[in-house]
Structures are given as C-alpha cells and as structure tokens.
C-alpha cells in the first residue's frame, strides 16, 4: 500500500489478555520501528528492525513484550498478559534504508486501552 | 543522555498570527534533527529535517526550522498561521546510528478562525 498500515486500529483488552498489534509496512523498506506513545508524551522507542534481524529491542518495557518481522515484511508486536500501564497508542514505523537521517514514515497507530 | 525538549505544551494564536514552538536539544557529535505533526486523527507526517549545510530548513506548507548549534535549539517558525495547522507538533532527534528518533513530548497548537 501507499503507507504503513496498522490494525487493529483500536482494541480494548482485559486485563491479563494477550494482544497481538500487526503492522505492514511500506513495500520495500528495510527499517521498521515499533513505538509507544502514551496519553499526552511524545512517540518512545520500543523496537527496531533491520529486514528480519530484531538489532535494538532496548525500549521494550518489559519481558511482556515481544516483537517479530520473521519474513522482513509485516511485524507483530505481541504484549503477554496485558496491564493497565500497558495503555497507550502503538506507532509502527519505517525507513526504505537503515542509518541516521532517513525519513522514516508512520502508520496510524493501534489505539490499546487495557480494562 | 540524550534528549529532545519542547517547553510550550499548548499555543493558541489566531489566524495570520506568527507562530515559533521552541526545541532544544540534548545530544554530543552529529545532529540529525526533524519536526513533525500529527493532524487529529490522523498519522505522523515529516515537516521537515536537518542534517548538514544551511541551518535554515524550508520545508512543506510554509514552515522552517533554523539549527542553531551555540543554543541546542531547532525551533520551528511560521510568519502567519491558518485554521488548518491546528495540530500537535513534534520536535525529534537521531538515537544513535540507525536512523531511530527520540522525540520530545509534543505541541499541541490550536489556531482560532
């Protein structure tokens, strides 16, 4: 497609659920960045692909976190037995090439509130 | 540590009023340093970026951005806003070497018809 694409746009979960965020990004690109954007902050880095090797996961906030790109396409972003903090807005993003100064392009971003 | 910081959490000016939201920086070496804004409702978009050369940045729908190394400031200015740049604005900065951004906690502007 034309962008990065997120779903589920909005997802609502129990507390201790599962969840599971997907991202496709633009066709080609190389880099693909997970971030967190809590109510009121600004995006914070979570994860970062190059093609299929995971190379930075320092932003995960927790083992409850789990990111994959098996293909070097699409990515899910996995959160295991879901807690309130856990709320916030999951900005998927990518770069056609790796290294500082790309532009990198966002989705619109899965919208999680854990109940 | 590296850090990108906005001090005005919410501007309100009214249409054609010039606009001018403050970014500094925290960083040692190379600075790769971007603004974007995120209409309601919709994604992220790129303003614009600075990388090297003319610390005056033009980007799209009028705005620039003017690096200033002596400050740690990249702040964004535009000489006359309209309704449609009601937006949150965000300064970031490069995170290392492989093209990740730290951002800053955002601008909320609104501009009055």
């Known amino acids: 497609g034309a962008g990065v694409s997120q779903s589920p746009r909005y997802k609502v979960a129990k507390r201790g659920q599962d969840v599971a965020l997907r991202c496709d990004p633009i066709s080609g690109h190389v880099s693909l960045f997970w971030y967190q954007q809590a109510l009121g902050q600004g995006p914070e880095f979570l994860t970062y692909?190059?093609?299929?090797?995971?190379l930075d996961k320092s932003g995960l906030p927790s083992d409850r976190f789990f990111a994959e790109r098996p293909e070097g396409s699409v990515s899910t972003l996995k959160i295991q037995r879901t807690q309130q903090e856990d709320s916030a807005v999951y900005l998927c993003a990518s770069s056609v090439s790796w290294g500082a100064g790309n532009t990198i392009y966002f989705g619109e971003g899965s919208w999680l509130t854990v109940v | 540590a590296q850090s990108v910081s906005q001090h005005n959490h919410h501007v309100i000016l009214s249409e054609a009023a010039s606009l001018e939201l403050g970014c500094n920086y925290s960083y040692g070496g190379t600075v790769n340093l971007f603004w974007y804004v995120q209409y309601p409702g919709q994604h992220l978009q790129l303003l614009l970026k600075y990388f090297s050369g003319d610390p005056l940045v033009k980007g799209i729908k009028g705005f620039e951005a003017e690096f200033i190394k002596s400050k740690f400031s990249f702040n964004l200015r535009k000489p006359s806003v309209q309704w449609s740049d009601t937006a949150e604005y965000f300064c970031a900065g490069d995170r290392g070497s492989q093209g990740n951004l730290i951002f800053g906690k955002g601008t909320k502007l609104s501009v009055k018809p």
């Open positions: 692909f190059q093609n299929e090797a995971q």
